[in-house]
């Protein structure tokens, strides 16, 4: 069936280093949504792409739905404290009306 | 005051009983879902319902039973059957195939 992967499965960084999260699928994605889930929450939504090329930021945060809609990334630039948790991906699995999720990426920032 | 709320948020069960998980939702979501997510893990759907009295099994659906009388309420029944219950129970709803909303979610541990 159809899957996502998403890179790396953690990232530990310093206050202020950037950091990258990607998500890759084998089939050509119709959307993809970014959600956040701090430690011991649920997770939230963030935002969703859908044109093939698209880029949408929200403060520090920049989205990018690739070219060929298989591969997605979440960039933060200068990261804070309040960044920590896990961040996932999620596209849609065909008309089912559900989704399928990455495992996420866990960030933790060094203050 | 909307959204969707999940009780318990904790929850302990002898092995081997049933044990149902609430969720209600007051968005007018027409489809609800129920996700297990375990530690390190993504979220793997349990089942999903997109209308009143008809719903579908997810990725994980041994071991589990829902029920759908009312456009609120989606319970899940955890039944002696799912041989690694414990686990944190996520529930979600949506406007048909638009963005997913979480509840808090309920942690269950089965002593």
């Known amino acids: 069936g159809q899957q996502v992967m998403q890179i790396p499965q953690y990232q530990h960084v310093q206050e202020g280093e950037d950091f990258t999260t990607y998500c890759n699928s084998s089939t050509t994605l119709s959307n993809i949504q970014w959600y956040k889930q701090r430690p011991g929450g649920h997770p939230v939504f963030l935002i969703q792409l859908v044109k093939s090329g698209e880029v949408k930021k929200q403060k520090r945060l920049t989205f990018q739905f690739g070219e060929a809609k298989k591969n997605s990334s979440l960039h933060i630039t200068a990261t804070q404290t309040t960044d920590v948790g896990t961040y996932f991906c999620a596209v849609s699995r065909g008309s089912q009306g559900n989704l399928i999720f990455g495992k996420g990426t866990k960030l933790s920032v060094k203050p | ?111």
């Not at chain 2, 081997?16 to 939702?25: R, W």
């Not at chain 2, 829902?66 to 219950?85: G, I």
Request: net charge neutral; hydrophobic share 30%; charged share 20%.
């Open chain 2, 1 to 111: 005051d909307g959204g969707i709320t999940q009780s318990p948020k904790y929850l302990f069960r002898k092995e081997g009983q049933n044990v149902t998980l609430s969720c209600e939702q007051n968005l007018n979501h027409d489809a609800m879902y129920w996700y297990r997510q375990d530690p390190g893990q993504g979220l793997r759907l349990i089942y999903y319902s997109q209308i009143v009295n008809d719903f579908q099994k997810g990725d994980i659906a041994e071991g589990y039973s829902v029920s759908r009388e009312k456009k609120e309420s989606f319970p899940l029944t955890v039944t002696s059957a799912q041989k690694n219950p414990t686990a944190f129970y996520l529930c979600a709803s949506s406007l048909r195939t638009d963005t997913q909303y979480f509840g808090p979610g309920t942690r269950l541990t089965v002593l």
